[in-house]
């Protein structure tokens, strides 16, 4: 394979100021996730303390082996709802080493609202549980939930993929044969008390934990009964009498000790085989992202200056390098393991739609997993476009993204529009893991032609009834229209919706790429098999 | 969750990190850095930290290492965190007086159902050939004795078990 | 003193530990049967395994059945012992059991009945010796008339040194600074001294500041012949337990050797003493004065023989063998500088408080004018029942600066794992420029009290043992090794 030379100029003008941009765009990254995993009201952390609780990172820090890493998933899941009152939308969840195997935590934030269930809240479990599911990866549940928070039950409780579904994912894990460990560690009421309760193997701490169905309040309201939490679903209750919980401890990281244990007696699956070789690193320094990431987003930049920062010793082997350039397609090496990457360097033209079909077929007969670099405004328009058939060849590229068995990683690296996003391997194509860089934006189409068409459209009607606009009058209604479309195709506004899986400070993106393809190669890898390609 | 380890009354963090050319030892807020032991023979072998080796001689006895290096005999405890951590206040109302050191029972001032309050001489026992009076930390009732005159006994052995009288 | 015939060809010792595997390695080169008492709880240590003979004793404490005349004279017929040797310590120095051993026919390697309770009891050894014309310790009394023995003994001045009268070893002494605190201090030393001699009686004497202990080894045959074998100094102690002993002494000039060894020889003399003995004295201020004679073998007899080439134990043997003495004072020579450290199993570092455990390896230096004389074996427990001396280490070498360099090397090369000892305190104390310039006192480490709790502040040390325990604990290196290699790679890493 060969090694990709770069023709960024380091020392160039632009390179320093893309730099200094995008290294601030990294440190307001840092500073928002700070915020969200660790600013809480002093109250709060007082009354965790006042119970004898731990926070709900340390209780992460003392279940993780030590020294190994943490790739969290949708840390700032939330930051764009409830008026930034739900950080991390009360939950932390990510993939982790517990005795070694690689698991999904899940965990209730406690500091946050009581650890209550948002709408938010229910969407990252959904999505902790159904990574499990497509990776077969065990889940660590940290139970410590007040439960679902009541006014927005309309939003959590009873579509498809609300609260349900957490239930419905866990049983399925479990059929599966991918087991789940619970550690109640705060009151499981009501739908919370099914966590444990499907959760292959559960530990009650004595004192804090508690499984039921109705705490003491509704019992006494339902039927009159008066019972202590402890005797209603306490940990020596529930692992001497019902049975509902299987191990008791005596403190927090008494739990978290069991817990260890008992992830420890997991089998040990043997991972898809794919190709690998020993890792490398890249020869490029992955901090010079910083530099080639185009402060201006409509600037157009080489993918293969980012896949140098990226890829095992910045080698690339490019596939069809003359035909359809304007996707870039080829293999490397992450972490040893071996890749077939998609990276945009333009807009999609047929022959690049036919060229990214071929090459998913190529990787899926191959046996290997795909990595996407999104920075796609769309497909060429136009009748000459349309002619020479751009939406056949654009539904071939969709079939062969949806079809193909091997895991996808998608990355948003600037720009996701339109069907460029469905081309690209979008959230909706079941991508194993979504990430985006903290200045990329996705929509149906960029800011300035939506606001456009949308002033345009206000103008008209206004035209019909005879009235005409002045030119500040547009850019009055067409400001607030640009500020809210800037503002919901953000990636923060993504991320907040769960529309991914986090935001990525872009020299963190080798590392969680690493770990989520590991994680990825859980799952056996189906044959290959598709659709009716469109010829 | 670290791994500890104690020695001398001092109890040590660490952990062991794999890497491609053996083991990085990691001392939570302490030195980190590759280490390597070759067993030699039983019992003897060479610990080679940070590049330099050095002869040891050990010997494991459950969850205690004894270990010989240079010119120095000592010995760690690997604290097992399920144990360890099982019984913070485990005790259920039970208060014992332990030994504070090796040594035989010279005499049994109590007997069990005796009423005694903090303070009362429980057992007297000779250890480096002085007397040593083992006290009542609390009130309670004698419920029993675990040795007898002339008994010899290590170091934390329960010698008395008192209930807390009502 | 080869090929000699004696009236006796078992020999009875009635003792454990490292002295009993001693005199066994003398009766084996003089070809004597070794006979040998235990108590069930020494079943497995070497002593009872080099013995040709064994005979079980038992007590209400181990103790207490090394202490059993009765039983032992019975071992000692039983296995037809002609002779008996009782090492030191337990009945070594009880009048009672010489005559029962005598009475019963066989020969008790040792003094006459009459020369033990003449040195045993202190205040008749330390009259005699004064009558003799010898230098005491000044205002020292007896407690001759209970009534006024407090009286006096304030008037002696403080401070003061309170110890039972039958007492040895360090057993129940007390020094007294404040007059206040006498009675007490009576009280408790005659307690102690009822129970490990069933005697109560006790004797007080000024004590001497910053003294040195000097003592000097003394052979008599039963022919009247005595001579001395130089001098031993014990003066690092600790409660008036020795440490380390060495010969020669640092702070003796030649004159002062002379003096204090012919005055000790002469005591014997006066004594009409037959066997291996030892005057003790306490040395200060240019002066010496007796202290007490031990009329047995000493622990820290080694030193001698290192010295002087000459095997005590095998003395000790012919004289009881009504043999004279081989040789005369000026056949006797020292060369060069011997050190014995003793080997204990205690914690220095936690007050000198006992310890206990299975001897998991043992491994004892190997060099060349090193001596280990040991009385444990790998595999055995080591328990609190006894005196916690584990062993002892002697080196012998030119000079005293060589002799304290292989001292060193000696202990620190003692491997011996699950139980706790003393070793690396020994290091220390070699090491510390008072010792090693000679400056000591039986006070010294009292004084000097960190060279007992030690300085754990090697990080280097800390790092290596924690390395070794990380690596051979299963858990530790199975967590270790349960790490994906990729997720070890990145390490403590988080987005």
């Known amino acids: 394979m060969q090694r990709i030379v770069s023709l960024t100029d380091t020392r160039a003008q632009e390179f320093r100021t893309n730099d200094v941009h995008n290294r601030r765009l990294a440190a307001e990254l840092r500073e928002r996730q700070q915020a969200a995993r660790f600013a809480r009201p002093e109250r709060d952390l007082e009354r965790l303390r006042r119970q004898n609780k731990m926070f709900v990172r340390d209780r992460i820090q003392a279940l993780l082996d030590p020294g190994t890493p943490f790739l969290e998933l949708s840390t700032l899941a939330g930051n764009k709802a409830y008026d930034n009152e739900v950080p991390g939308a009360a939950q932390v969840v990510g993939i982790g080493i517990v005795s070694g195997r690689e698991v999904i935590v899940h965990a209730d934030d406690a500091s946050v609202k009581g650890g209550a269930w948002y709408p938010l809240s229910v969407k990252k479990i959904v999505r902790a549980l159904d990574v499990a599911i497509e990776n077969r990866l065990p889940v660590v549940h940290l139970c410590d939930s007040a439960g679902g928070f009541l006014p927005l039950q309309a939003e959590f409780f009873a579509d498809r993929y609300y609260a349900g579904r957490i239930f419905r994912n866990q049983s399925i894990l479990s059929k599966m044969g991918v087991p789940q460990v619970a550690v109640v560690m705060g009151h499981c009421t009501a739908g919370g008390a099914y966590v444990p309760a499907l959760s292959d193997y559960n530990i009650i701490v004595r004192g804090t934990g508690a499984i039921f169905l109705a705490g003491p309040p509704l019992v006494k309201a339902a039927t009159g009964e008066e019972v202590s939490v402890e005797e209603l679903g306490g940990a020596d209750m529930h692992t001497s009498v019902s049975g509902t919980g299987d191990y008791f401890a005596s403190s927090e990281m008494h739990a978290l000790a069991i817990a260890r244990d008992i992830v420890a007696r997991f089998n040990r699956i043997p991972k898809a085989a794919v190709d690998h070789v020993a890792p490398e690193p890249p020869a490029y320094d992955p901090s010079e992202l910083y530099g080639i990431i185009p402060k201006d987003p409509r600037v157009q930049f080489d993918m293969r200056e980012i896949v140098a920062r990226l890829a095992d010793g910045s080698r690339f082997h490019e596939y069809q390098p003359r035909y359809g350039e304007t996707l870039v397609c080829g293999f490397a090496r992450l972490h040893g393991y071996q890749i077939g990457i998609l990276a945009n360097n333009g807009v999609l033209f047929s022959d690049s739609a036919l060229k990214g079909a071929h090459f998913i077929q190529l990787c899926d007969k191959n046996r290997t997993p795909l990595l996407f670099l999104q920075n796609i405004t769309g497909f060429m328009v136009g009748r000459e476009y349309e002619r020479r058939g751009i939406t056949k060849d654009g539904a071939k590229l969709i079939m062969a993204v949806s079809g193909a068995a091997v895991p996808k990683l998608t990355v948003n690296c600037n720009g996701s529009y339109g069907a460029g996003t469905y081309g690209m391997s979008g959230r909706a194509f079941d991508p194993r893991f979504m990430f985006t860089w903290p200045q990329s934006q996705i929509s149906v189409m960029g800011a300035e032609q939506a606001a456009g068409v949308l002033t345009d459209i206000k103008a008209k009607q206004l035209a019909r009834n005879g009235e005409r606009l002045s030119e500040p009058q547009l850019a009055a209604i067409r400001e607030p229209i640009l500020e809210d479309y800037r503002e919901r195709s953000s990636a923060y506004y993504a991320t907040s919706e769960l529309w991914d899986d986090g935001i990525l400070d872009p020299v963190d993106t080798r590392n969680a790429l690493a770990i989520a393809l590991s994680a990825a190669l859980n799952a056996p890898i189906e044959a290959p098999h598709y659709g009716v390609f469109r010829m | ?166 | 003193m080869a090929a000699i015939s004696f009236p006796f060809e078992t020999v009875l010792i009635a003792n454990r530990g490292e002295i009993a595997v001693r005199i066994i390695g003398s009766l084996r080169k003089l070809g004597l049967r070794a006979a040998i008492v235990y108590h069930e709880v020494d079943a497995a240590t070497p002593a009872v395994a080099l013995a040709d003979v064994a005979f079980k004793i038992s007590g209400r404490t181990p103790v207490s059945a090394y202490l059993d005349a009765e039983q032992i004279v019975t071992a000692a017929r039983t296995v037809g012992a002609g002779a008996l040797h009782p090492g030191y310590g337990f009945l070594s120095e009880n009048a009672g059991f010489a005559r029962a051993v005598t009475a019963a026919g066989i020969a008790f390697i040792g003094p006459s009945p009459e020369a033990i309770e003449l040195m045993g009891d202190k205040i008749r050894a330390r009259n005699f010796v004064e009558r003799n014309g010898f230098p005491v310790a000044p205002s020292a009394i007896e407690e001759s008339d209970p009534s006024t023995f407090l009286a006096r003994a304030r008037s002696v001045g403080a401070p003061l040194l309170v110890k039972p009268s039958a007492g040895g070893g360090g057993k129940g002494m007390r020094i007294v600074r404040d007059l206040d605190l006498l009675e007490d201090a009576v009280a408790q030393a005659r307690s102690e001294g009822q129970r490990y001699f069933g005697d109560g009686r006790l004797y007080i004497e000024r004590y001497v500041e910053k003294p040195r202990h000097i003592e000097v080894q003394v052979l008599g045959d039963a022919f009247g012949n005595v001579v001395h074998l130089f001098e031993r100094e014990c003066s690092v102690q600790r409660r008036f337990q020795k440490i380390i002993e060495e010969t020669p002494s640092p702070a003796l000039s030649a004159q002062m050797r002379q003096r204090i060894c012919e005055t000790a020889a002469g005591i014997a003399r006066a004594a009409g003493y037959r066997n291996a003995g030892t005057v003790e004295f306490i040395f200060g201020g240019g002066e010496f004065y007796f202290l007490e004679m031990n009329t047995r073998l000493q622990v820290e007899h080694p030193v001698t023989e290192m010295i002087t080439g000459v095997d005590l134990v095998a003395e000790q043997i012919a004289i009881a063998a009504n043999r004279p003495l081989s040789f005369r004072q000026p056949d006797i020579s020292a060369q060069g500088h011997a050190i014995e450290a003793r080997l204990y199993a205690e914690s220095p570092e936690r007050g000198f408080s006992p310890t206990s455990g299975k001897v998991l390896m043992l491994d004892y230096p190997h060099e060349q004018g090193v001596r280990v004389d040991s009385g444990i074996a790998q595999g055995q427990s080591i328990t609190t029942a006894f005196d916690p001396m584990l062993a002892k280490v002697i080196v012998h070498a030119p000079t005293r600066d060589a002799a304290v360099a292989k001292a060193i090397r000696a202990v620190k090369d003692v491997v011996l794992l699950g139980c706790e000892t003393n070793a690396a305190f020994l290091a220390r104390v070699l090491a510390d420029a008072g010792f090693r310039s000679g400056e000591v006192h039986t006070g010294y480490l009292d004084e000097n009290p960190t060279i007992a709790s030690g300085i754990d502040g090697d990080p280097d040390e800390v790092t290596g043992l924690l390395a070794v325990a990380a690596l051979v604990t299963r858990p530790v290196r199975d967590a270790a090794d349960a790490v994906p290699a990729l997720h070890a790679a990145i390490g403590d890493w988080r987005n």
Not at chain 2, 13 to 19: F, G
Not at chain 2, 97 to 109: D, E, F
Request: glycine letters at 10%; proline letters at 4%.
């Open chain 2, 1 to 166: 969750m670290f791994h500890k380890f104690d020695l001398g009354g001092v109890t040590h963090e660490l952990w062991l990190a794999p890497t491609v050319n053996g083991y990085h030892l990691h001392i939570l807020d302490g030195w980190s850095g590759p280490v390597a032991f070759a067993e030699e023979a039983a019992g003897h072998g060479s610990l080679t930290v940070a590049g330099t080796s050095k002869a040891v001689a050990f010997a494991v006895d459950g969850d205690v290492i004894h270990i010989h290096m240079r010119g120095r005999t000592r010995s760690l405890r690997y604290v097992d965190p399920l144990r360890a951590l099982a019984s913070v206040d485990g005790d259920d109302g039970h208060n014992v007086a332990r030994a504070p050191m090796p040594g035989t029972v010279v005499a049994l001032k109590v007997v069990p159902g005796d009423a005694v309050t903090a303070g009362t001489v429980l057992v007297v026992i000779e250890s480096m050939k002085l007397e040593t009076q083992i006290r009542a930390s609390q009130d309670g009732i004698v419920e029993r004795l675990h040795v007898k005159d002339g008994d010899s006994f290590d170091r934390d052995a329960i010698l008395v078990t008192l209930s807390q009288g009502n």
